[in-house]
């Protein structure tokens, strides 16, 4: 399946590029299994954190092809 890769705020900074395209050899993969797999594709620290939107949802647990994944850095502070 191909899915469509958004990456906003620092994640963009750390990767170098807004969007990217994959291919996964699955039909589906659910969000928790996604987030170790961008991880190594994009040589992210383990400890890094960020939500995921599947097309505009936050909700949405299933990727299927055709989907675009957003990757949005998770603000703190006070």
Do not use: C, Q, W
Request: proline letters at 3%; charged letters at 35%; hydrophobic letters at 35%.
């Amino acid at each position: 399946m191909l899915i469509k890769i958004k990456f906003f705020g620092e994640l963009k900074e750390k990767i170098g590029k807004r969007s990217e395209v994959l291919e996964i050899e699955r039909t589906s993969i659910k969000k928790e299994e996604l987030i170790p797999f961008l991880k190594k594709t994009f040589g992210l620290s383990e400890n890094e954190i960020f939500n995921i939107a599947i097309n505009n949802s936050l909700s949405k647990k299933e990727i299927k092809n055709g989907d675009t994944v957003s990757l949005h850095p998770i603000y703190r502070g006070g």
